[in-house]
């Protein structure tokens, strides 16, 4: 049995370990630059630009996260659920915690008139793309993932702080 329920500051550490864990999963131990204190502001701060909602079991142990914020179709004209972390212990998986993560993010999309949930997985991470095949979600064929980063954002950027200025 999952309990969902959405974080609080107490569950940044957890949360937090949980981002590494990911990381190390997904074979990018040294990438998280995340704090304590980044986080905090993301998800409690004056302004969330981030949501996390915990699953935890009977016990109360927290089990996974799944760490989200809003888009926005401009075909549909409204929000959608971009789903940037889904992550259930390695001891806790085939539980029904993912799932259960899954389908509150689901839920919240339709109770509140959102268009879709969406999110990438890595093309090798065969045991994710087969849980989420056998929940409906589908890949987006013909659309690849573009990402500016480091020294191409910052030398891109600044160019057109130049650009503006001139």
């Not at 929940?135 to 950027?157: E, I, K, N, V, Y």
Request: aromatic share 10%; net charge negative; hydrophobic share 45%.
């Amino acid at each position: 049995m999952s309990v969902i329920r959405p974080a609080t500051a107490n569950d940044v550490p957890a949360i937090l370990q949980m981002i590494h864990d990911l990381a190390m999963y997904e074979k990018e131990p040294d990438a998280v630059r995340n704090t304590p204190e980044l986080l905090t502001e993301v998800l409690f701060g004056e302004n969330p630009r981030a949501f996390a909602t915990m699953a935890e079991n009977a016990a109360g142990d927290v089990q996974g996260f799944a760490l989200w914020f809003l888009n926005y179709s401009t075909w549909e004209g409204v929000h959608g659920i971009y789903l940037e972390d889904l992550y259930v212990m390695p001891e806790a998986r085939g539980e029904g915690h993912g799932k259960a993560l899954l389908q509150h993010l689901a839920a919240t999309a339709v109770e509140q008139g959102y268009a879709r949930v969406e999110w990438s997985v890595l093309d090798w991470n065969e045991p994710s793309i087969n849980f989420y095949r056998s929940l409906g979600a589908g890949p987006m064929d013909g659309w690849s993932t573009f990402r500016l980063t480091g020294d191409a954002l910052a030398s891109f950027g600044s160019a057109r702080t130049a650009l503006a200025r001139g």
